[in-house]
């Protein structure tokens, strides 16, 4: 693998890193005063969601039904939960879909602490770790390749041999950010410097 030297985090990466901590913060902020309007809609969509163009439009039925999980609090959702009542709720140019990614950003933003991001620069830096076993998620076996790269990504954040080297460059680096989780910490560092 290819990996990210903290010494040579570059001052443009640093500053792609705060740029991106500034955005996550206000979701974050604006998430937990329960504010599910059209301000924070925009936001976490160009955030996160912009990948799908269906997305994009929040005033749609995909949208209502993915801010409706995010904002229920009716119990704790794991991920199969999310992806399953994304592929029942979401249609993308009438299609269903299991959205991984989705679900797990939207999980994430519930529960911060107890679950990381999977997207594409997450798995093309992961997939280049000899111990990391990512499938490619297509096919006819997708919620199980999804259950896979989801055992393979919390896998390798328990195992992960610079784990506190990270959070110590991180929280040294980006001290008004020290609060939020440490998934979110080494996946910054990864979106800015993986080079993906």
């Known amino acids: 693998m290819s990996k990210i030297d903290l010494n040579k985090i570059t001052e443009e990466q640093i500053k792609s890193i705060r740029e991106n901590l500034e955005i996550y913060s206000f979701i974050e902020e604006r998430y937990n005063e329960g504010k599910n309007d059209t301000v924070f809609k925009m936001i976490f969509t160009r955030f996160y969601l912009i990948s799908q163009p269906e997305m994009r439009k929040i005033d749609s039925d995909n949208s209502f039904n993915y801010y409706k999980l995010l904002f229920s609090n009716d119990r704790k959702y794991e991920l199969m939960d999310a992806v399953d009542y994304l592929y029942s709720n979401l ?106």
């Open 91 to 196: 249609s993308f140019y009438g299609e269903k879909k299991y959205e991984f990614s989705f679900a797990t950003k939207l999980l994430h933003t519930k529960y911060p602490n107890d679950y990381p991001i999977y997207d594409s620069k997450v798995f093309k830096y992961l997939k280049n770790d000899d111990g990391v076993d990512l499938k490619i998620i297509t096919g006819k076996n997708r919620k199980e390749k999804i259950e896979h790269n989801w055992n393979e990504l919390n896998k390798w954040y328990s195992t992960f041999e610079e784990k506190d080297k990270w959070i110590n460059w991180f929280d040294e680096n980006f001290k008004e950010y020290k609060d939020i989780s440490n998934y979110k910490k080494i996946d910054s560092i990864i979106f800015a410097c993986s080079g993906y």
